[in-house]
């Protein structure tokens, strides 16, 4: 199976900033198949970005997606009050699809 | 918009069955798309049990392959999970959620989910 590795584990920034970050499979990840979903506490994940750098219906211009070889990259360009909260990538290119372990984005 | 909804027991004793249900509304399952499964223990990441389409065929976690069984009843629009000789480690949140473009691909819509806790 495919382990996607995220990094870093918890990211600590201010409202304004960018945030970057990252997603690494363990092996190619067939077709760009990669999806970024973001999770508040208590809330079911929310898709943000399908095909590696598609965004999803009704996700802000703030989100983008890229992709080179096996790294994965999230990027919110000027983190909203809204937007702390935990991103998981998801690998759907080969079975069994699997999750990284997510990446905490807190309010410094 | 399509809205999907767990239901099912919260609580279920060691080595006993736990049974779950996906209602769906504002979408007919049998139009298409695949369905699947997705738990979350607490304080954990996600994992993906199995998927189902409209046909019946179904995909399975190899993980848990041997104690999964999804179902589906395309005449209530609902799909079911039913997993085997639960431990504690069953713990978790459950999603149900629509899947798009392969039968273990992306969740556009996802279920509230709804925590089952095995325990005696």
């Known amino acids: 199976e495919i382990v996607l590795t995220q990094s870093p584990g918890t990211l600590s920034l201010s409202p304004g900033e960018r945030a970057t970050l990252s997603c690494r499979a363990s092996q190619g990840v067939r077709s760009s198949f990669l999806a970024w979903y973001q999770q508040k506490p208590g809330q079911a994940p929310r898709l943000l970005i399908y095909g590696a750098s598609r965004r999803a219906s009704g996700i802000p211009d703030r989100f983008s997606g890229s992709e080179s070889g096996t790294d994965f990259t999230l990027i919110i360009s000027r983190l909203e009050p809204e937007d702390f909260a935990v991103y998981y990538c998801q690998q759907y290119g080969r079975s069994p699809g699997t999750f990284g372990q997510g990446t905490k984005v807190e309010i410094k | 918009q399509v809205q999907l909804e767990e239901s099912g027991p919260g609580l279920v004793k060691p080595s006993e069955t736990l049974s779950l249900t996906c209602s769906v509304s504002n979408y007919s399952i049998s139009s298409g798309y695949y369905w699947g499964w997705i738990r979350q223990p607490p304080g954990k990441g996600l994992e993906w049990i199995g998927t189902i389409y409209r046909s019946g065929d179904t995909y399975y ?27 504690a480690a069953d713990t978790a949140v459950y999603y149900c959620a629509r899947i798009i473009v392969t039968k273990f691909g992306y969740f556009d819509c996802w279920g509230q989910g709804m925590l089952v806790t095995v325990s005696s």
């Open chain 2, 61 to 87: 976690n190899p993980s848990l392959q041997s104690r999964v069984t999804i179902s589906v009843d395309t005449s209530k629009n609902h799909f079911s999970l039913t997993l085997n000789s639960v431990t």
